[in-house]
């Protein structure tokens, strides 16, 4: 049987309490934790830059975030007149419901043994049910669908702003997004193949023997490196930021936007960091498998869980605060020249080896195939590389 | 490591010592010849320095002064001089405190206090007249409610401060070039200005610091 064992034996009216209580905590904790990335990122980068960062507003400023929400609300609310005003209304939730949706799948606790079966569940009102709002068959196709939805959020909201910086700013955004999403797809592929599975849950169960179970090592780094670099990307986010360009772009997409509309753009950027990261930690590092060493058992998994998060976090904005902006051009070169070529050469790597061991082939023959594969794909791909630089440079010189 | 050098300085930057200073709570010294509000001096015997020949007022770059000269009356004159300041208006909503006003005052008349922490809630207040920016009886600059004046912001506010400041010509040391004022008389020269060789100068105009 897969899915949540709480739907295993029909539904009852338990169950569905049980269903909404999620939902409603999932909501609740996600808002908390965005309010608290904000603080934690601006907190962070002021240490970074020799600076102290909010402190006012409450205990070492963990309200300010708070505090710029209420303002938020009560701010002007301005459409500027050429906007298209259905769409630049829609926009927002666009953005703000994808945020929330893509954090349904992810598993947040429960214990994970080594055992498949019945693991990595809790025990609420007497029901067996997973910490997590939903476990679709499709999984982490999810998370997929709901960033390529999102990017509508960020092109609707620049193109119905009717104003020229964000036209531009989500004519980028889009561009990036679908280019590098190709990337993140082909690196969650190699973690699906070795998994056998797509639900985040079982995905999870794979990687609760330990460190050396994770995927991060048995796909061999690579996939999380191209994943994390993607993901950066797909997220908007320093270095790959040229979606808000100040310099050039005003504020981007949301140049025009104001109030609680604008808040809600906000609201989603930093809600999509924490998913990313609870992907990433879901998907390579074990989501929310640990040791358990005393106490309350259920406890330790949600611990282990947002510990591995927060370091991601901490991550994402170690990168804000280090990396200077890319140039647009060396943005789409790293995605299109590196990324998807590694990952797709990585990807056919690990589906080899994955056939190798079920097909019981021939080591040398495998290996050698596979050489000559990689010799023939990577002298084609360089010649390619080539030609268009040769005519790139040729355009240059004519121009 | 190359290109990852960069995240071992961020990463440093987080042990080490921060640089703000929070204003409102704590206040940095300020210079001894710090641009604040400016206050029209007087001479000695309690003459008024302006002599109204708008030359501030041509130079303000926010155009934020404006002088009516008058001629003095015979019976009770105003400054030594053929005319006075009759109006003297500064506009602090436009003022940008550079101080050419004061570089271009033929008797030291306009100079600066350290004033700076003063905040109005309406535009009359905003618009200080003479009679705001005449040094008082004491010589001392005067207090309107609204100012938040600091210990030792009122003194040292005359063109003293200017004709003996340290980047000057080492060739006046110790000469006075500037007149008396109301309450202080003609005060001393700043002392320890001498250009000494033996000591090493900060002439390329660098920071010390890295």
Known sequence: MTGDPLFHDGVD?????????????????????????????????SDMQNRIGPNVAGPWGLLQTFADGVKF????????ENADPLVFRLAPYISAVTAFLSFAIVPVGGVFKDVPGTTGTVNIFGRETFLQVADPPIGILLLLAMSSIAVYGIMLAGWSSGSKYPLIGS????????????????????????????????IVAHQAGGINTWFLVT??????????????????????????????????????YSSIRFALFFLAEFMNVITMSAIMVTLFFGGPAGPIFF????????????????????????????????????????????????????????????????????????????????????????????????????????? | MGYLDGFKITFGKLFEERVTTEYPKEKREKPDRFHGRHVLNRYEDGMEKCIGCELCAGVCPAKCIYVRGADNPEEAPVSP?????????????????????????PTEAITESKLFEFSFDNRSD?????????????????????????????????????????????????????????????????????????????????????
């Open chain 2, 126 to 210: 905003a618009i200080y007249t003479k009679d705001e920016l005449v040094v008082d009886d004491q010589g001392l600059p005067q207090k309107q409610p609204w100012e938040l004046w600091h210990v030792g912001d009122d003194l040292k506010t005359s063109g003293w401060m200017r004709a003996t400041a340290s980047s000057g010509n080492p060739a006046y040391e110790n000469r006075v070039g500037w007149s008396g004022e109301l309450g202080y008389g003609v005060r001393e020269p700043e002392r320890g200005q001498q250009f000494d060789e033996s000591e090493p100068q900060n002439l390329d105009g660098k920071d010390d610091q890295d």
């Open chain 1, 73 to 80: 609300f009560f701010k002007e609310d301005l459409r500027p």
């Open chain 1, 13 to 45: 009216l338990v169950d569905i309490g049980i269903m909404g209580l999620k939902v409603v905590v999932a909501f609740g904790f996600l808002l908390v934790a965005t309010m608290f990335m904000v603080w934690f990122e601006r907190k962070l980068i």
């Open chain 1, 295 to 399: 106490g309350l058992t259920w406890f330790w998994p949600t611990i282990w869980f947002m510990s591995k998060v927060m370091v991601f976090l901490f991550i994402f904005v170690w990168f804000r605060a280090t990396l200077p902006r890319l140039r647009y051009d060396q943005l789409m070169d790293l995605g299109w020249k590196v990324l998807i070529p590694l990952s797709l050469f990585w990807l056919m790597f690990i589906s080899l080896k994955e056939l190798r061991a079920s097909n019981d082939w021939n080591w040398i023959a495998t290996y050698a195939a596979a050489a000559g594969g990689l010799l023939l794909g990577g002298t084609l791909l360089i010649t390619a590389l080539r030609a268009g630089d040769r005519a790139y440079q040729k355009d240059s010189e004519d121009a």
């Open chain 1, 219 to 256: 796909s061999g780094v690579i996939p999380f490196i191209v994943f994390l670099i993607a993901a950066t990307a797909e997220l908007n986010r320093p270095p790959f930021d040229l979606v808000e360009a100040e310099q050039e772009l005003v504020g981007g997409f949301h140049t025009e």
């Open chain 1, 171 to 202: 004519v980028r955004a889009s561009a990036q997004a679908i280019s590098y999403e190709a990337a993140l797809g082909m690196s969650v592929v190699a973690v699906v193949i070795l998994a056998g599975t797509l639900s985040t849950h079982d």
């Open chain 2, 81 to 105: 001089g053929e005319r006075y300041g009759f109006v003297y208006e500064i506009n602090y909503l436009r003022c940008i405190h550079c101080d050419l006003c004061v570089e271009a005052c």
